[in-house]
């Protein structure tokens, strides 16, 4: 390394040396948690009075707590630093040991967390079938939730997902939420709400988070997905079931001291990125009504409610190989195995970026069908 090329900086020397990051012209729409703070995020962070979070003395996480709590309509809430942590403390603070947690099969919480709640928790997820839009079998539902039988596990929580990722990003309404709350608490179980992204059902069903909220004991939503903060999630519910959050959070090491750094972005977040999500969802359907105008390409239209999209390639294409095209022409997506490929938009995607998308999209899926024929 010649001298006029040393780093100045710690950030020089992180540019020159991240190999991971996507070059300016790459379009990222793997997920909306690639999104970088914006510069008022890093501005507010850099500027963020802070104290020791774990003595409750953080302004920063205290504002970002209560602004948050008000949002959501609960009591408390408390900011924990993912939101894989938040649903699992939620799910600690819902269960005992050998108490199952009801689950439907296509959620964030059985795909990709469920190794907490079996190693730290000692709680067995129950599944319930999940149909394309989201929705429980009511029926197995009801079987689902234990009688008190000595034989049985006792049933500690029941679980849904709004949006529902691997559903498309599909909203799940309202009087199916109350249908699940009322079939719950009839029964004496309590409903847990893994709100990742809650503000994009609220912004599809045009009624605030709260609303949402109202039907379910507690919720975790994830400030580092749409709305751009770099890390965090919140649980919200009663009082005295964040005072358990809290314990566990405390427990899985996640309790933080100057979190007020990382909090600033968050409360930011909550202040300037929620009115702007329906802009997403609209991109989005841009997005799966481009897709869906490429010969063999399938997208449920139906689930694209919000700012996912999931599509299957056409038949006879390798969805590894239509992927890894689409990456050399500069476009990045998320393999969802049987479910197809996914794309996510978010803040830093434009109108330009969509139409390039399914520009690259259509030549990616040309070029291997050609191949294919070539070869056939
Ligand atoms: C629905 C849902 N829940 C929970 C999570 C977990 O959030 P985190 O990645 O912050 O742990 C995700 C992340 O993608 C998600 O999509």
Redesign the pocket.
């Known amino acids: 390394m010649t001298a006029t090329t040393l780093p100045t900086t710690v950030n020089d020397d992180l540019r020159l040396h991240s190999d991971h990051a996507p070059a300016e012209h790459v379009i990222d729409l793997r ?1 909306d ?1 690639v999104t970088k703070p914006t510069p008022e995020m890093r501005a507010a962070m850099a500027e963020a009075i802070v104290g020791d979070d774990q003595y409750g003395e953080d302004p920063t996480v205290n504002a970002l707590e209560s602004r948050a709590a008000k949002l959501m309509g609960k009591e408390a809430a408390v900011f924990v ?7 699992l403390t939620a799910l600690l603070a819902h269960c005992g040991r050998g108490d199952e947690a009801i689950i439907g099969d296509e ?3 059985l795909w ?2 469920s190794g907490g709640p079996a190693t730290l928790g000692g709680i067995p997820l129950f599944t319930v079938r999940t149909d394309r839009l989201g929705l429980f079998d009511l029926d197995q539902l009801e079987g689902a939730i234990r009688t008190d039988r000595p034989g049985y596990p006792r049933s500690g929580v029941v679980c849904i ?1 709004n ?3 691997r559903c498309g990003g599909v909203v799940v309404p309202m009087a199916y939420m109350r249908t699940i709350r009322d079939l719950a608490h009839g029964r004496g179980v309590a409903v847990h709400l ?1 709100g ?2 809650i503000f994009n059902a609220a912004a599809y069903l045009g009624i605030s988070p709260a609303a949402i909220a109202a039907e379910v004991d507690s919720v ?1 939503f ?1 400030l ?2 749409g709305l751009g903060a770099p890390v ?2 919140i649980v919200a519910g009663a009082g005295e079931f964040i005072v358990s959050v809290r314990k566990q959070r405390k427990v899985l090491g996640g309790a933080m001291r100057q979190a007020g750094v990382i909090a600033a972005a968050g409360l930011l977040a909550l202040e300037t990125m929620i009115d702007r999500l329906p802009e997403d969802h609209q991109r989005a359907g841009t997005l799966a009504t481009g897709l869906a105008g490429i010969p063999g390409v399938s997208v449920d239209l139906e689930t694209v409610h919000t700012n996912i999209v999931v599509f299957k390639v056409p038949s006879g294409l390798d969805q590894r190989e239509v992927a890894a095209s689409c990456k050399g022409l500069g476009l990045i997506v998320s393999d969802y195995g049987a479910r197809g490929l996914r794309m996510v938009t978010h803040y830093e995607i434009g109108d330009g970026e969509i139409s390039r998308a399914i520009e690259i999209v259509g030549t990616a899926i040309d070029g291997l069908a050609s191949r294919s024929k070539r070869r056939a």
Not at 81 to 87: A, D, F, I, K, R
């Open positions: 997920s948690t630093p993912s939101g894989t942590m938040g649903n959620s964030h919480i990709y967390e997902e949006t529902h990722n893994d990742a992204r975790q994830c580092s997905k965090g999630s």
